[in-house]
Nanobody, 123 residues
Framework: VQLVESGGGLVQPGGSLRLSCAAF????????MGWFRQAPGKEREFVGG????????YYADSVKGRFAISRDNAKNMVYLQMNSLKPEDTAVYYC?????????????????RGQGTQVTVSS
């Protein structure tokens, strides 16, 4: 299993970024996927997840209404669109593999994750 995130960077408050995660080495199309983040000195936080089919997405309250997860099963890609970014969104963002045929997996059900991509929100 390999997950490779990209798309991070420095953005001003109120701006947007789109993170991408390329998946290799497993059957992506029947796996739930998730996004996590970890800021310095803080515990890892679940950002949101997407069901194996892409039909269901769910989010942490802290990002609900601002972030959106999507996937392209033909390309083995999952995305995190982040809008209205705030300084408190600054963190390393990781995508993670969820269970096979998962619909709304709990945080503990996610396993392998990538190396992460840094997102910094600052003026």
């Amino acid at each position: 299993v390999q997950l490779v995130e990209s798309g991070g960077g420095l953005v001003q408050p109120g701006g947007s970024l789109r993170l991408s995660c390329a998946a290799f080495g497993f059957t992506f199309s029947n796996s739930a996927m998730g996004w996590f983040r970890q800021a310095p000195g803080k515990e890892r936080e679940f950002v949101g997840g997407i069901s194996w089919s892409g039909g269901i997405t769910y989010y942490a309250d802290s990002v609900k209404g601002r972030f959106a997860i999507s996937r392209d099963n033909a390309k083995n890609m999952v995305y995190l669109q982040m809008n209205s970014l705030k300084p408190e969104d600054t963190a390393v963002y990781y995508c993670a593999l969820g269970p096979k045929y998962g619909v709304t997996p709990r945080m503990a059900e996610f396993g392998n994750r990538g190396q992460g991509t840094q997102v910094t929100v600052s003026s």
